[in-house]
């Protein structure tokens, strides 16, 4: 199949045209992407093109000739133009299929971040798939496994037209109205759909350079806020830090996603999947790792948000705290993770309690600072 896909560039995007480039299905990818600061919308692809080359010993000028890069830059907001005057010259609707990964999470509870999500999540998803759909026979979205909302006990894979519980902030509700719309549209259209849902992401752990991530999000970002504020002396000591110990959170490393998202892709059978871990990793011990890593030696976890606030306190609340209490303080909760499992069924799914230091020394050998291309 020719796959169009977006998200190339991110922390997931970069691993899944890794692995389509090694899928025999693939026919053709196009890559939609934006200039960087630094480099144009060709050379951040070839960049990526060149290390998944070497790392994974393929024959660059073979895999050169597999994608074409789209420049979406100067495209109107949400309208697709190159993308759309390419697929008028193919005239060939039976063998596309969209890959859509390009998303901005922000899991801040605060009203005045509505709005961006609307924009830059819910409504490029929608308009890319109603500019398309005259052109394509499938659409596969990748959306986030915490748009099941505030649950407790197994959260299944297929859920969309249940209930869903209170969200914990704008992201999760906006990616479950898209994820709703989409289905809705695909179904008018007679499109082929997937809602594909990938739990907290991690470093590699199937393939090597093991560890790498380019950029350091949600858990990651958790521990580089504690390394800041040493990094800034300011005073730790004793800090309260609001924690349910009897739950934790799952965590699942990017080259696993990818694998699994490039083989579900193919997959007629499948319309919702978690792509999660079959085990949470348990704050009581996540938590300690990173703090104790970066020497934040004396906190308490407690149940009950502290009344007075030491400095430390007031900036963990305002900021990291504000977006991760409401994950790191959730109900217990497991996913079902069956299905991803039978479509990884030759791969061991891989223990991120044995790697999770390895995993945050690379951040921390980084300074918590993204890779940019």
Known sequence: ????????????????????????????????????????????IAILIK????????????????????DTTTDPPRSYKGILEYLKKEHKRHDWGVLHLASNTNLSPLPNVEDD??????????????????????????????????????I?????????????????????????????????????WQILR??????????GPYYYTPKFNVFYAWGGFFNSLK??????????????????????????????ISRAFYRSDISELN??????????????????RIGVKNYEFVDQMPEKFTLAEKLYYKTAGLQFTPYLS????????????????????PSIHDHFEQLFEFAVEKNFVDESI
Not at 236 to 249: E, P, W
Not at 276 to 284: A, C, D, G, L, P
């Open 1 to 44: 199949m020719n796959i169009i896909l977006t998200g190339a560039t991110g922390i997931i995007g970069r691993e899944v045209l890794a692995e389509l480039l090694t899928n025999d299905s693939t026919s053709k990818i196009v890559c939609l992407v934006r200039r960087s600061r630094s480099n144009s919308a060709q050379q951040r």
């Open 51 to 70: 290390s998944i080359a070497s790392e994974m010993g393929l024959n660059l000028d073979n895999i050169q000739k597999l994608i074409e890069v789209i």
């Open 117 to 154: 999500i609307f924009n830059d999540c819910y409504l490029p998803a929608l308009d890319l798939l109603t500019v398309l759909a005259p052109y394509i026979t499938q659409y596969s979205f990748v959306s986030t496994a915490f748009s099941c909302g505030h649950q407790k006990g197994e």
């Open 156 to 192: 299944p894979n297929e859920y969309l037209g249940g209930i869903i519980p209170n969200n914990r902030n704008y992201y999760e509700r906006l990616k479950h109205q898209a994820e709703l719309k989409i289905k809705q549209i695909c179904e008018q259209k007679q499109i082929k």
């Open 198 to 207: 990938p739990s907290i992401v991690s470093g590699r752990l199937i393939r």
């Open 231 to 260: 990094k800034n002396n300011v005073d730790c000591d004793g800090i309260r830090i609001l924690v349910n110990q009897s739950t934790g959170i799952n965590i699942i490393p990017s080259d696993y996603v990818a694998r699994a």
């Open 275 to 292: 792509l999660t871990h079959t085990k949470v990793f348990e704050n009581n011990i996540l938590l300690p790792t990173m703090l104790n």
């Open 330 to 349: 959730t109900y217990e909760h497991q996913y079902d993770s069956s299905k991803v499992r039978q479509v990884m069924n030759d791969i061991s799914e």
